[in-house]
């Protein structure tokens, strides 16, 4: 499949680099000063479980033209860029495909002010990492011969020929692939684990291993995510998922700071959590209106993680390092 990543923040430099690895017919959208410095210096990222600097020079187009053609285009930015190039995406009537990756709570409608459900997938990448000082840092698995994961879906959750070709894709180029029946719900309820998980982090001044220690902190931290739990319940999102979301309601209360310590303690939460807290905090302040707008018809109230949620502020030294 020909492909176009349609912006170069940290996701769209980790797919594309896994893509042209396996020798895939992959561009890269960059603009401005990110586009130049990536012709001159090629695309890189340092592999966080084995500190392996990836770097290879992709092709690197200005713009999606009217005319141009691709299987597929993948969108891994956040939210409101998604949102932002939908109109661009649409003058060119020769995009059938088009994946967009990334955190959201409001479900495909905005995409769909411009494209057509037909053409509209969504997903989201199973990694994490920015920036540390002028290296990109990239976790996207638990151990260094594991493979990452994108999760990925259509809008009415059937496997058509297009979602098997997209999964042989990324497959192929080393990223396991989960097929998501309900992707919208998947999304909703990865804003009730990152959501919580930003803003904890945030509390403690991007300070992920003292999270790790702060009993009470990972308390509020649990309640939080069992808060946004109960409003998609609420509002009719009963399954959990992943199932792994449980965990948040079925584990003793005592033992929360056990568990949760030796997550927020690993190397690999530094990374994934923490550097990746400085990405998803000024896009968080986004989602915080999306998700007021679904909590506003339920009678369930948001203390803890409205506390948490308060402590994120933009860092300065993440401005327009999303930007393609």
């Known amino acids: 499949m020909k492909t176009l990543i349609y912006g170069a923040g940290p996701i769209g430099r980790w797919l594309t680099l896994k893509l042209a690895a396996a020798g895939k017919d992959v561009s890269l959208l960059a603009r401005g000063e990110t586009r130049e410095k990536l012709q001159r210096e090629g695309v890189c990222y340092v592999d966080a479980p084995t500190g392996e600097r990836l770097q290879a020079r992709i092709p690197i187009v200005a713009e999606l033209g009217e005319q141009d053609r691709y299987d597929l285009v993948v969108v891994p930015m956040v939210k409101a860029s998604r949102l932002s190039v939908c109109p661009i995406l649409a003058r060119n009537k020769n995009l059938e495909n088009v994946l967009f990756v990334g955190n959201d709570v409001a479900g495909p ?25 002028d290296d990109l840092i990239i976790s996207d698995r638990e151990k260094p011969r594991g493979k990452g994961v994108i999760y990925i879906g259509e809008l009415d959750g059937k496997i058509r020929d297009r979602t098997r070709r997209i999964k042989e894709l990324f497959e192929t180029s080393g990223i396991d692939v989960s ?100 990405v998803v905090g000024p896009e968080l302040i986004g989602l915080i209106e999306e998700f007021a707008a679904l909590r506003a018809g339920t009678r369930t109230e948001t203390p803890n993680l409205d506390e948490l949620l308060s402590h994120i502020q933009q860092p300065a030294s993440s401005i327009g390092k999303e930007a393609a």
Do not use: M
Request: proline share 5%.
């Open 109 to 133: 409608d905005g995409y769909l002010t411009h494209l057509s459900r037909e053409q509209v997938i969504l997903g989201f990448p199973g990694t994490g990492g920015g920036w540390d000082g």
């Open 179 to 278: 097929l998501e029946k309900d992707i919208d719900g998947w999304l909703k309820y990865h804003f009730a684990f990152i959501a919580p998980t930003t803003g904890v982090i945030y509390r403690h001044g991007l300070d992920v291993k003292s999270v790790a220690s702060d009993r009470e902190s990972i308390h509020q931290y649990c309640r939080a995510c069992r808060e946004v739990g109960d409003v998609l319940r609420e509002i009719g999102y009963v399954k959990r998922q992943p199932p792994i979301f449980n965990l948040y309601y079925w584990l003793p209360r005592w033992l929360e700071p056990r568990v949760f310590a030796k997550l927020f303690g690993s190397r690999e939460a530094e990374v994934r959590f923490g550097l990746h807290a400085r």
